[in-house]
C-alpha cells in the first residue's frame, strides 16, 4: 500500500511563492544592472551617436510626422510670427514639436494675452491665441503709442502685414492723461457712427476736457465731464442741420444752453486800395471769421451773424 505524499511545510510553501514572485524583479534588476554597465563603459555622447540612427530611424516614420498646424484666434498676431516662434513646419518629425518652449515663445509676442498649444501624435498641432488688442494710438511727446482699453502701452511689433491696416482703424488721442480717458470717450463716439466718421483725433486740453479735430480742419470744444451729452447732441445737429458737412472752423459745445460756430471765411478775390487809402469801412476782412449763437437745439436753426471779435 502506498504512502500519501507528505503536505509541504508552511515554510516550504512561503519561499517557493516568494521565488516565483522574485523572479521578474531579479529580471529587471539583471537588465538595469546590464545597462548600468554599458553606460558607464560607454561614454554619453558615444552613446548617444549610436542609438542616433535608431531614434531617427523611428521619428522618420511618416505616421510620424507633422500633418497640419491649426492656428486659431489670431487677428493681429502675423502668420509668419506666429510659426517662428513654434519652430516647426508640416513634414518635420511630430516628437521633435516642443510644446513648453512653443507656448512659452508665443506668450512673449506682442498682442498675445494667453495661448494654449495641443500636440496629437496622429501629426496635428493646434494654437488657440487670445490677443490682447490695442484700444487706440496715443500720440505723446511726439511719439505715437499703442495702449489698451485701459491706457496702457501695448506692445508694436512693427507696421507691416495686417498690422498696419489694423493701426490705421484705431482712434488717435493726443496729449497728456488721454490714454487714461480715452475709454469713457471712444465709447460714446462708437455711440455715434456718424460723428466718430468725421474725427480724426481727440485731444485732451489740459487733461481736464476734450476737443475733437475734425477731416476738413474744423475744431470741436466739448464741456469738461460732459463729453456724452454734447456728442449726443452733436449727432442730432448734425442729423437735422447737416452740421458737420458745413464750412466751419469751429463748435463750441462748452457752454450747456448755448452753441457757437465760428465759420470759414467767404473766398473772395482781393480788392485793390489805393495806396495810403483804408478799405472801406464796414466791409469785412478776407481773413475775418464769423460765428453763430444758438440758444437751444433747433431742427431749422436761424442764426444771428456777427463778426468775430
Known amino acids: 500500500m502506498k504512502r500519501p505524499a507528505s503536505r509541504p511545510s508552511r515554510t516550504g510553501l512561503f519561499l517557493k511563492r ?19 554597465g554599458v553606460y558607464l563603459a560607454v561614454p554619453l555622447p558615444t552613446l548617444q551617436k ?35 516662434a513654434l519652430n516647426i513646419a508640416v513634414g518635420d518629425p511630430v516628437l521633435n514639436f516642443n510644446v513648453s518652449h512653443a507656448r512659452e515663445a508665443l506668450n512673449a509676442l506682442p498682442f498675445v494675452d494667453h495661448v494654449s498649444v495641443e500636440r496629437h501624435l496622429s501629426g496635428e498641432i493646434d494654437v488657440h491665441i487670445t490677443e490682447r488688442p490695442p484700444y487706440a ?21 512693427g507696421s507691416n502685414d495686417k498690422d498696419a491696416t489694423a493701426f490705421a482703424k484705431l482712434p488717435l ?14 465709447d460714446v463716439l462708437q455711440q455715434e457712427p456718424d460723428v466718430k466718421s468725421h474725427v480724426t483725433a481727440a485731444v485732451r486740453v489740459s487733461n481736464r476736457r476734450w476737443n475733437l479735430s ?17 456728442i449726443h447732441r452733436l449727432a442730432r445737429l448734425n ?25 470759414r471765411p467767404p473766398e473772395s478775390s482781393s480788392t485793390t486800395t489805393p495806396q495810403g487809402g483804408d ?16 440758444t437751444k437745439d433747433p431742427t431749422r436753426p436761424t442764426p444771428e451773424e456777427s463778426r468775430d471779435e
Do not use: C, Y
Request: aromatic share 2%; charged share 20%; hydrophobic share 45%.
Open 239 to 263: 442729423a437735422n442741420t447737416q452740421l458737420l458737412e458745413r464750412p466751419v472752423v469751429l463748435i463750441d459745445m462748452r457752454l450747456p444752453d448755448r452753441l457757437t460756430i465760428r465759420e
Open 137 to 157: 494710438v496715443w500720440q505723446h511727446q511726439g511719439h505715437f503709442i499703442l495702449i489698451d482699453r485701459q491706457g496702457q502701452k501695448v506692445p508694436d511689433q
Open 279 to 294: 478799405a472801406a469801412k464796414g466791409s469785412p476782412s478776407p481773413h475775418t471769421a464769423h460765428h453763430t449763437s444758438m
Open 18 to 36: 516568494q521565488k516565483r514572485l522574485l523572479r521578474p524583479v531579479a529580471g529587471f534588476m539583471l537588465l538595469a544592472a546590464l545597462g548600468a
Open 214 to 230: 475734425l477731416k476738413d480742419g474744423a475744431t470741436v470744444l466739448l464741456p469738461e465731464g460732459e463729453e456724452a451729452p454734447a
Open 173 to 186: 488721442v493726443v496729449g497728456e492723461g488721454a490714454n487714461e480717458n480715452a475709454a469713457a470717450l471712444i
Open 50 to 84: 549610436q542609438i542616433a540612427p535608431l531614434r531617427d530611424k523611428i521619428l522618420g516614420t511618416s505616421a510620424l510626422r507633422v500633418t497640419s498646424i491649426r492656428i486659431e484666434g489670431a487677428n493681429l498676431t502675423s502668420d509668419s510670427a506666429i510659426r517662428n
